[in-house]
């Protein structure tokens, strides 16, 4: 699925390519995101790579068009898709195991963890400026658009020996679940120009999205909870499922991406040769002729002219 987004957009960009009036430029860069301390305390979701790719179709420029080196100002549309792909981090084990103590034996909490990385995908769209002085060129940029993150699932199980005997069992469960909504990218672009056509770039960026909410399944030991948290094996064993939703706080990332630009459908001066040459012309003098020989040679072209002129009707 996640392929299939990405080539769909590279087949947009090449459509508005090809449509497009005047030049754009395609950006294809990836790197590494951060995510919040929040997202990592609550949602449990770590750092990781993002890939990013956008087309910039501009509607104003002066000088340089920004995908050529030089001195000049473009500004235009941007159209982005970002995939992120974070790691997903253990929850603590340390506070569940004290929540589920068992008289005669401790207790220990392991995680195990439906997949090592979660994702989201957003697309989005906003307005580009590009600022070119040399080879060097500064491109800001803002963008919304809508955002769907997709987080995997994990099982805390506890166990505990007891005279020798170990005991498992699942004490908190939680499934893969979705968050979608409108998401907010500020971003800038420091290019440098390898060829006209072909660039090299650096780009800083911050995501920030909804609330991030997750929910999970605490088993409720026979009984109900106690101020103590120690029960008997059995009242774990009869417990029920109790289900809460905790809210993880906003979606918040930063990205550091480096990648390429290639501008497409570049107009560029062509020198061709006129068919009618304006310049005037002079007849070029004969070198070292005596004064008898000049004469005779403007007699013989006198002569020719009357001919030329006794030949048009």
């Known amino acids: 699925m996640r392929m299939k987004k990405i080539v769909f957009f590279l087949l947009l960009s090449t459509g508005i390519a090809a449509f497009a009036q005047k030049p754009v430029v395609i950006s294809l860069g990836g ?9 990592k305390n609550s949602s449990y979701l770590g750092n990781g790579y993002d890939v990013q790719a956008d087309v910039f179709v501009p ?9 050529v080196e030089g001195s000049g100002i473009a500004l235009g549309v941007n159209i982005l898709a970002d995939y992120t792909g974070v790691k997903n981090l253990p929850p603590n084990n340390a506070v569940i195991a004290g929540q589920y103590q068992v008289y005669s034996g401790n207790t220990v909490v392991a995680s195990q963890l439906a997949s090592k990385t979660s994702g989201s995908f957003s697309g989005m769209i906003g307005v580009q400026g590009i600022i070119s002085f040399g080879k060097f060129n500064l491109s800001p940029s803002l963008h919304a658009g809508y955002l769907h993150l997709k987080q995997q699932g994990y099982v805390q199980n506890g166990s505990v020996e007891i005279n020798g005997q170990v005991y498992e069992s699942a004490l908190v469960k939680s499934e893969a679940q979705s968050t979608s909504g409108f998401v907010f990218m500020p971003q800038v672009k420091i290019g440098y120009h390898i ?27 026979q009984g109900g909870f106690n101020d103590k948290h120690t029960y ?14 905790v809210v993880a706080g906003k979606y918040n990332l930063t ?14 001066m062509n020198s061709m040769p006129s068919r009618l040459s304006m310049t005037p012309t002079t007849a070029r003098q004969t ?3 005596t004064f008898g020989e000049k004469v005779g040679l403007g007699l013989q072209s006198g002569a020719n002219a009357v001919v030329v002129s006794s030949e048009i009707p």
């Not at 995101?33 to 929040?38: E, L």
């Not at 509607?59 to 995908?67: A, L, P, T, W």
Request: aromatic share 10%; glycine share 12%; no cysteine.
């Open 59 to 67: 509607f104003y420029q002066k000088g340089s068009n920004g995908s």
């Open 31 to 39: 790197g590494i995101s951060n995510t919040s301390s929040a997202m």
């Open 255 to 268: 990205h550091l991406n480096f990648g390429l630009s290639l501008s497409l459908g570049r107009r560029r």
């Open 287 to 289: 070198q070292g002729k």
């Open 195 to 221: 060829t006209p056509g072909f660039s090299l770039f650096v780009s800083p960026s911050v995501m920030m999205g909804p609330e991030v909410k997750r929910s999970a399944q605490y088993l409720v030991p």
């Open 232 to 245: 008997e094996l059995k009242q774990l064993a009869s417990g029920t499922w109790e289900n809460r939703a």
